[in-house]
């Protein structure tokens, strides 16, 4: 019989398609050194008994308790971590006066590395504690820093992408927070990319380097030219934000007469493994652009409901076949919880869909075809974010890693509404959905390693 370094037995759930949720009753998860789930085994299998019987006692099997559930870890495709330290403040001014008035100061604060360090320990464990194994983050302009904040993802065990900022146009970046000159800024970039991949070698689940242009705005040509060049030659994740909001994408049209998109693929920006935040004002074409290239677009729709005063169509996007994932945008998104974020994807949806004024008939209201489902937010906050950073996460299946939360409906303090055993799970799986809290969440794991735990 085959050697497993651990096995798991229970219920868990994970996306067949975006729409679908498949369901694995009691099954049995190997997995092998390396983390990944090597065999899936359903309990009419042959092995399932033999396995069963042989590890039931061992220290590496575990079963879950009644009530509780697996599910994939939650892969948060666009996080500024330094932003934890002012979550949930300053969120009624527009997003250009909430970065120079909030953001710029506080992310300035991050040349100092103890403040750094204390930040980044608690924003990589809340993040844990709060479901997600794989994190997109921007840091600040900070090569130190920002190499800090992939140090603590390694040892914390989190699946960290971690891009050192760069903001080099001094027409659109204050005097106290940019990089000292472009050259600067992309041998700082340079290095930071081989510290992280150096840094990697020492991982089991792996930190990777991000190549981050803040936004165009904060950019000199130069300074974009340069970046996609060092994606390339280094093959490294490239992530940004596009077509964010009003002002911004109004900035692009002036600077470049044409949209985020193109004037981010001119650059080399737009890659298979790049993710794009927000584009709220994504046309067809730069959805085609989008499909052709592989870029993913990550959906934030706790911020987008502040910064962008409008609700993008991602269910008219994925059905043009854009990659989406979903991301908290701390801080312009308050929280620090991709459920909250995927309960937000599917309210924003419907008011879309339904629209708000109700003075209209109800079938002159809002754009039809914009809802999207439960099981879909579930995806983009799993198996949509794996297939964004082309790894092989977000799915319990087998070749995938094992990132899973455990989640426990039956917590006396926090207690899910579930009074029948043989309820269906279907309708637990929308309960856990729309009502787990962090206190439900009673273990993560991140590549076959347990990295958080509740008592
Ligand atoms: N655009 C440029 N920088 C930022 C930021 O920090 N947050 C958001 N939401 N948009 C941005
Ligand atoms: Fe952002």
């Known amino acids: 019989m085959k050697n497993y370094t651990k096995i798991f037995q229970g219920t868990a759930f994970s996306s067949k398609s975006s729409k679908e949720i498949q369901i694995l009753k009691d099954y049995l998860f190997c997995i092998n050194a390396n983390g990944l789930i090597e065999k899936v085994i359903a309990p009419e299998d042959d092995d399932y008994q033999i396995l069963l019987d042989a590890y039931r006692n061992e220290e590496n099997f575990h079963r879950l308790a009644e009530g ?49 360090k204390n930040v980044y320990q608690d924003v990589v464990s809340t993040l844990l504690a709060n479901g997600t194994t794989t994190a997109l ?139 794009m935040a927000h584009c709220n004002f994504l046309d067809d074409d730069d959805a085609g652009l989008f499909t052709e290239t592989g870029t993913a677009v990550c959906h934030c729709p706790i911020s987008n409901a502040y910064f962008a005063n409008s609700v ?23 929280s620090p919880s991709l459920f909250d974020n995927a309960r937000q994807a599917v309210i924003s949806s419907r008011m879309l869909e339904d629209g708000v004024n109700t003075t209209l008939p109800a079938q002159e209201r809002g754009m039809p075809k914009s809802r999207i489902t439960i099981n879909e937010a579930f995806y983009f906050a799993t198996a949509g974010g794996g297939e964004s950073l082309s790894l092989p996460i977000g799915r319990l299946a087998e070749n995938y890693t094992w990132d899973v939360q455990i989640i426990d409906t039956a917590l006396d303090s926090a207690k899910l509404p579930i009074y029948d055993a043989n309820e269906d799970l279907h309708d637990v799986f929308q309960k856990i959905m729309y009502l787990t809290r962090p206190e439900n969440i009673r273990e993560v794991w991140v590549q076959g390693e347990k990295v958080h735990s509740r008592k």
């Open 68 to 116: 509780q559930y697996f599910l994939p870890g939650f892969i948060d495709l666009h996080v500024h971590a330094p932003q934890w330290a002012q979550a949930g403040t300053a969120l009624d001014i527009p997003l250009y006066d909430w970065l120079n008035t909030y953001t710029f100061p506080i992310e300035s604060k991050f040349a100092d590395l103890d403040f750094a």
């Open 137 to 275: 983050y921007f840091a600040t302009v900070h090569k130190e820093a920002s190499l800090l904040l992939a140090e603590i993802c390694a040892e914390k065990g989190q699946r960290g992408l971690v891009g050192k900022v760069v903001m080099d146009n001094p027409e659109q970046s204050p005097d106290y927070y940019r990089d000292a000159d472009t050259p600067t800024a992309l041998a700082d970039t340079e290095e930071f990319i081989l510290a992280v991949k150096e840094l990697a070698k020492s991982t089991k689940q792996g930190v990777y380097p991000v190549v981050t242009p803040r936004f165009i705005p904060s950019c000199t040509d130069d300074a974009l030219k340069g970046l996609g060049e060092l994606a390339a030659k280094y093959d490294t994740y490239v992530q940004s934000h596009c077509s964010e909001s009003d002002w911004e994408h109004g900035y692009v049209q002036d600077r470049f007469n044409k949209n985020d998109a193109f004037a981010l693929h001119d650059f080399g920006l737009l890659r298979d493994k790049s993710v």
């Open 312 to 334: 993008i169509p991602i269910a008219h996007l994925h059905a043009k076949g854009v990659e989406i994932g979903l991301g908290s945008d701390i801080s312009g998104g308050f």
